[in-house]
């Protein structure tokens, strides 16, 4: 998501954009992808007035040098793996490199603030911004606040990512108070996981192919949630799941098949081969038979139910945010519009599949029970 972001950061007129990587061949074909995708967005008289592809990609520098690349950096944002380990030696290094004034923003989809800032040296200055990819697309921004994050480094913070374009229209940046693992809208999909991984290893045992799966949940996403998995990266899956495993429950384990396809290198899309075969980087199965098991409205239970924890943290005052960022994040509807009617029968829904899954996280909360959530709209 680096190169995505550096190119909405040149978009919104910033007149040095540093691109960083690891190796300069790395670097160079993200360069080469915001310079296509800003050629495509010319094209179509997308990019904002005064602007062409070409004297935005002036603004882009390319630097290998990590030492360099952060020499003059006002606001870096690293977009690293999500593996905690990985992000708290970064984050010691951009400590140690960058102006002392420098903000330094974490992408993290999932992780604490606090812990990828403890070995910064300056917490107070580390922010949560959470990009949804396609971010030239997309409006959200979930920013987030450590423990010690200042508030003039959340007002600072608001004001650059306001100057981010996106072509659905103005920015949402909730700010979040408090920390969550996964914030709002993979704290509320990634628990639908549960679920997702339920479905797969029991599809596998009964010898129901995936596509079929998929095929059910045409009328929530266009991209069926098995293809979604290997289009983002099972390695994500497997990561992501493994750090709700460690700090929320055990049960959000990836389980066995993501588990194997994962210690075989089959990655999804990028290796060509995951839960699905990809040629040439795409998908070709059927969605003409259905296997009957996915229930929309269960997944919705289930999001209800996580949005409701949420309020019951306080983690969000109020549910439309809620319901806003599902929105802005995902392109679909949060599930406290249908929940305000549907919380009953849905309470009823997740009882029975806890019953029957044995997965005791996703447990109807007090709240959702009691439907006292219609009450707490902001």
């Not at 493994?242 to 959000?252: D, I, K, Q, R, T």
């Amino acid at each position: 998501m680096g190169h995505e972001i550096a190119q909405v950061a040149l978009m919104g007129g910033f007149k040095t954009v540093i691109l960083n990587d690891l190796t300069e061949e790395i670097i160079n074909k993200a360069a080469i992808k915001i310079k296509n995708s800003l050629e495509r967005l010319e094209s179509k008289g997308k990019l904002n007035e005064g602007y062409t592809a070409t004297n935005l990609m002036d603004n882009l520098v390319k630097e290998v040098n990590l030492e360099k690349a952060l020499s003059n950096a006002d606001f870096i944002v690293e977009a690293i793996p999500e593996v905690m380990i990985l992000k708290r030696r970064l984050f010691e290094k951009l400590g140690k490199f960058a102006p002392k004034h420098a903000i330094l923003a974490t992408n993290t989809s999932t992780m604490s603030i606090s812990e990828i800032a403890s070995t910064s040296g300056r917490p107070d200055k580390v922010i949560g911004c959470h990009f949804f990819t396609p971010i030239v697309v997309l409006r959200l921004i979930e920013i987030i606040k450590g423990k010690k994050t200042s508030e003039d480094t959340v007002k600072i913070v608001k004001e650059i990512c306001e100057k981010f374009p996106a072509l659905q229209g103005k920015r949402l940046l909730p700010i979040l108070q408090k920390e969550s693992p996964g914030f709002i809208v993979n704290r509320l999909t990634i628990t639908t996981g549960l679920y997702l991984i339920w479905l797969l290893e029991y599809s596998r045992e009964k010898g129901i192919p995936l596509e079929n799966v998929d095929a059910d949940a045409e009328s929530l996403a266009e991209i069926g949630p098995f293809a979604k998995m290997d289009y983002f990266g099972l390695d994500t899956t497997y990561n992501v799941m493994s750090y709700f495993a460690e700090v929320l429950s055990p049960e959000f384990s990836p389980g066995k098949t993501i588990s194997n396809l994962v210690n075989n290198g089959h990655l999804g899309k990028k290796t060509g081969k995951g839960l699905f075969d990809w040629k040439d980087g795409k998908l070709n199965i059927s969605k003409t038979e259905k296997a009957g098991l996915f229930n929309v409205e269960l997944f919705m239970a289930i999001q209800l139910n996580e949005g409701c924890r949420l309020l019951e943290d306080k983690i969000v005052s109020g549910y439309k945010i809620i319901d806003d960022t599902m929105m802005a994040g995902m392109n679909l509807p949060g599930p406290f519009g249908p929940g305000k009617r549907s919380y009953e029968k849905w309470t009823r829904l997740l009882e029975d599949f806890v019953e029957n899954s044995g997965i005791k996280y996703l447990k109807p909360c007090k709240l959702m029970k009691s439907g006292d959530f219609v009450n707490m709209r902001k």
